[in-house]
């Protein structure tokens, strides 16, 4: 009882209100920096991905982390590249007839941005048959997890990450790259 009364001795209450919501806030921050909403991300993946699908490279590139595209020359040079490497798959028989995203991941703090893993199922239609590719994208988001940029993870990407991302959060375990799976 004691230790009520201390509390609620007058002078004291705000000294321990103030204690106490500094306490709350310190509990709760780390709390909901991390508790972002999962459809947000999936929506702005699922742009990416339908994107590629229908051959709108330009709202792919608007849709990549800008670093990388800084890294490729610019925004004008990755659509180039882009736009260079589909028509040497589609001069192959090579088209994409699908493309999926399943649900993100963990949210992990990385410096300043946020990122996550969403899995993504890519169908190309081969000529003589299909491949299903399941891999995953790095979600990014530097405000708070209003807007996403990504990270296709693959073999290249995967090992340039420190280079990408110096903070990068190690606690976010990026799975090893799986082959396609080839099917009529």
């Known amino acids: 009882m004691r230790g009520i009364a201390f509390i609620l001795q007058p002078g004291k209450l705000t000294?321990?209100?103030?204690?106490?919501?500094?306490?709350?806030?310190?509990?709760?921050?780390p709390v909901s920096l991390l508790a972002?909403?999962?459809?947000?991300?999936?929506?702005q993946a699922n742009v990416l991905v339908q994107a590629i699908a229908k051959g709108d490279y330009?709202?792919?590139?608007?849709?990549?982390?800008?670093k990388l595209a800084d890294l490729a020359g610019g925004k004008d040079k990755m659509l180039a590249l882009v736009d260079t490497s589909m028509a040497q798959l589609k001069s192959q028989g090579i088209t994409f007839e699908s493309a999926s995203v399943g649900s993100p991941g963990k949210f992990y703090k990385a410096g300043t941005e946020?990122?996550?893993?969403?899995?993504e199922t890519i169908?190309?239609?081969?000529?003589?048959?299909?491949?299903?590719?399941h891999s995953y994208l790095l979600a990014i988001s530097?405000?708070?997890?209003?807007?996403?940029s990504f990270v296709d993870l693959n073999k290249d990407t995967i090992s340039s990450i420190p280079q990408i991302f110096p903070n990068f959060n190690p606690d976010l375990k990026i799975p090893d790259p799986t082959p396609p799976v080839m099917g009529p």
């Open 15 to 29: 000294l321990n209100m103030k204690h106490f919501y500094k306490i709350l806030f310190l509990l709760i921050l």
């Open 142 to 148: 530097g405000d708070g997890g209003k807007n996403w």
């Open 114 to 119: 946020i990122h996550c893993l969403v899995p």
């Open 58 to 66: 330009k709202t792919l590139v608007d849709h990549t982390y800008p």
């Open 123 to 133: 169908i190309l239609k081969l000529p003589n048959g299909h491949a299903t590719a």
């Open 36 to 43: 972002q909403d999962t459809t947000i991300v999936k929506q």
